[in-house]
């Protein structure tokens, strides 16, 4: 799975991931990379989340929807947010993986709960860095 | 503003003991391209779902990674691929699933959130409403990739031992984008 979200100079968020599902899928199998609220979220008020990981659990905890609502009911930051569903919530219920956050201010967040995740961000200045392992 | 933007390319099973320094280079090359992508849209004054769309094709492109060219196989051995876009402005999102023939799902996504009144497309119909949109149409061979094969085919030898598929670290990340 692959996903970025944004953050452009008229302070508008957006979000956005792609995938090929999962290795030897049957049936017809669906994951929460295209499920609004699951895999994809985005919302000026809080914030935009791309997810990857084991995609059925994402979807039964509406996991980007729950982080934007811990943003928006609970007054979380960005990283509490993140954390409190990918490194809690999630391992909790038996799935893993990880997300990528940004709120509006510029601030993000990409907690993973698996030995490694692709990923990386640039900023205003053009700094980017990227990561792979813990 | 400050304009920002964040990507990933999956998460898993990933070790450095089981990432050749060549391979690892390839992966940063790419994550950098991406980034650099996304960021040159919104550089210029672009708009953050333009951003997304620039930076995720990247990684569609490269087989390096479970979206696009070199996805996953399903167990019929052919590519199926789903992906969503969403606007935090509006709350307008659109997404595709079960889809062959597009070469970039994430614009077909775009697609569905800009030109129809649906949120979600969903196989053949997805796919004729991406070729009416005038979207990059492939043959689904397009998005063969031999390592992701010989996971299937792993995958499928190991099918019949179910236990096996849980103890095998390599066989876990099959859950993971």
Known sequence: ?134 | GPITLVIHGGAGNILRENLTPEKEAAYRERLTAALDSGYAVLERGGKSTDAVIAAIRIMEDSPLFNAGKGAVFTSEGINELDAAIMDGSNLMAGAVAGVTTIKNPITAAYAVMTKSEHVMLTGKGAEKFAEEQGLDIVPNSYFFDSTRYQQLLKAKANEKNREAQWIDPYIKDKKFG
């Open chain 1, 1 to 134: 799975t692959v996903g970025c979200v944004a953050l452009d100079q008229y302070g508008n968020l957006a979000a956005g991931t792609s995938t090929g599902g999962m290795t030897n899928k049957k049936y017809g199998r669906v994951g929460d990379a295209p499920i609004i609220g699951a895999g994809t979220y985005a919302e000026n008020a809080t914030c935009a989340v791309s997810g990857t990981g084991w995609g059925e659990f994402y979807i039964r905890l509406s996991a980007a929807h729950d982080i934007a609502s811990l943003m928006k009911y609970s007054n979380l930051s960005v990283q509490q947010a993140a954390d409190s569903v990918i490194l809690k919530k999630l391992p909790a219920l038996g799935g893993n993986g990880g997300a990528i956050v940004l709120d509006r201010q510029g601030n993000f967040a990409f907690p993973f709960c698996t030995s490694g995740m692709y990923r990386g961000y640039i900023t205003r200045k053009g700094e980017g860095k990227v990561f792979i392992f813990k």
